[in-house]
Nanobody
Framework: QVQLKESGGGLVQAGGSLRLSCAAS????????MGWYRQAPGKQRELVAA???????TCADSVKGRFTISRDNAKNTVYLQMNSLKPEDTAVYYC???????????????WGQGTQVTVSS
């Protein structure tokens, strides 16, 4: 079973920065997709930023110019650098990876446990 371990969340004042990390472990696999989602109270989970195995990236309009998604393939880790944080960014952030298990050939979708990001004004 593959596990995604998230870290880096916390409480920060508006204008501050945080870097979220999400590392995959527990199997022999390749990662086809990495993404960050967030869910604020009373709202549906939304895609914040995504990165494909080919290196293509995308991000939500609300975070363009402030958030950057990146990866370290050797560490099976995806990062979300969040700068100029706003109170509206307050949410639980979840990482997502679409993984191909090399031995079984099964494609699976995995989610991290979520990490709370709270931005105060």
């Amino acid at each position: 079973q593959v596990q995604l371990k998230e870290s880096g969340g916390g409480l920060v004042q508006a204008g501050g920065s945080l870097r979220l990390s999400c590392a995959a472990s527990g199997g022999i696999f390749s990662i086809n997709f990495m993404g960050w989602y967030r869910q604020a109270p009373g709202k549906q989970r939304e895609l914040v930023a995504a990165l494909t195995s080919g290196g293509s990236t995308t991000c939500a309009d609300s975070v363009k110019g402030r958030f950057t998604i990146s990866r370290d393939n050797a560490k099976n880790t995806v990062y979300l650098q969040m700068n100029s944080l706003k109170p509206e960014d307050t949410a639980v952030y979840y990482c997502n990876m679409k993984i191909l298990h090399r031995i079984s050939g099964v494609n699976s979708d995995y989610w991290g446990q979520g990490t709370q990001v709270t931005v105060s004004s």
